[in-house]
């Protein structure tokens, strides 16, 4: 779909609810470039820069970042993509950061991802990740078509050093206590869209439907 306007989306959800399965779908369904928190700050520390290793213990004990460090970075890159149409998973992640990107864009429509904790916990565990790029992969929902190997690239796999089941119990906390307040403040101004389920094969036609219609 070539898209007629500017259109700037956000993807929420607790951890693991599928950000970034649904993210690289919706990219490649409708062409918005695509930016997730998460794979920033973990390319920072795969290239060992002095952001990324003083983030590194934050992120491996399930702690979110800090508001300023994150703001900077996001605002910064989405400066660099200048008028393009454009993805945002898992930022922003508390009301301070929403504030912080409300003053510079205006947010078209935010996605929500509804998914119950205890299906998370389950995912998480069996996750596969290729770092460079951020492509995951899950040993039964789409397993990588050579076990421990990128599908594009042949390059090895890794786990994240942040899914062990500790960790995953500290993200999700930190995702009640700090995260859900942004769901609030997105619904107020109208722009909170929530898809409810336990499957991603599920919820993705009717994330499809909606941006189908609201690009239309
Ligand atoms: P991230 O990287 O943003 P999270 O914790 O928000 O990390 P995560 O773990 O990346 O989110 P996701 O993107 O929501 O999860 O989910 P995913 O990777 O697509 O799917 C999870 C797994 O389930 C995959 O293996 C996938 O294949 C599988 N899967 C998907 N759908 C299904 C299904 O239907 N069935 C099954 N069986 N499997 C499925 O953030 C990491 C850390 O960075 C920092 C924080 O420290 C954070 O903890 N950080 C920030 N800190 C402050 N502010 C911010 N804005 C920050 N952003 C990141
Ligand atoms: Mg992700």
Known sequence: MVLQRIFRAVVMGPPGSGKGTVSSRITKTFGLKHLSSGDLLRANIESKTELGLLMKSCIDHGQLVPDDVISR???SDLRKMGN??????????TVSQAEALDGVYSVDT???????FQTIKERLTSRWTHLPSGRVYNTDFNPPKV???????????????????????????????????V?????SKGILEVFSGTETNKI?????????RKLS
Request: net charge negative.
């Open 110 to 116: 935010v996605i929500n991802l509804d998914v119950p």
């Open 147 to 181: 076990a421990g190997v990128d599908d594009v690239t042949g390059e090895p796999l890794v786990q994240r050093d942040d899914d062990t089941p500790e960790t995953v119990t500290r993200r999700l906390k930190a995702y009640q206590t700090q995260t859900e307040p």
């Open 73 to 75: 970075l996001i605002l």
């Open 84 to 93: 393009s149409s454009w993805l945002l998973d898992g930022f922003p992640r």
């Open 183 to 187: 769901l609030e403040y997105f619904r």
């Open 204 to 212: 993705w036609p009717h994330v499809q439907t909606f941006l189908t």
